[in-house]
């Protein structure tokens, strides 16, 4: 299976960005964000449930964050608004098949002040 991020940029604060990810190969069960910032653990952003379209965020995020996704398509966004400093990271989209979990490339958020 193959994930494809996109939608990453240089924002500043208070800006909006849709980061994308589109898979392939594989039926997931779940699909998700994570995000890395430097000098940082790989963290959890939002998950959502490909059959059921449940979602669940960081604390961090809420309200700020939505997380939506088209199954047909295998395809995830997240939407990002009211965006802050604390945000830059590198965002990386992860999905949960039966058997194994797949992430892909990452794509950057820089935000600055």
């Known amino acids: 299976a193959q994930l494809v991020e996109s939608g990453g940029g240089l924002v500043q604060a208070g800006d909006s960005l849709r980061l994308s990810c589109a898979g392939s190969g594989s039926t997931f069960v779940t699909m998700g964000w994570f995000r890395q910032a430097p000098g940082k653990q790989r963290e959890l952003v939002a998950t959502i449930t490909t059959a059921t379209g449940n979602t669940n965020y960081a604390e961090s995020v809420k309200g700020r964050f939505t997380i939506s996704g088209d199954s047909a398509e295998n395809t995830i966004y997240l939407q990002v608004n009211s965006l802050k400093p604390e945000d830059t990271a590198v965002y990386y989209c992860?999905?949960?098949?039966?058997?194994?979990?797949?992430w892909g490339q990452g794509t950057q958020v820089t935000v600055s002040s």
């Open positions: 992860r999905a949960q098949g039966r058997w194994s979990a797949y």
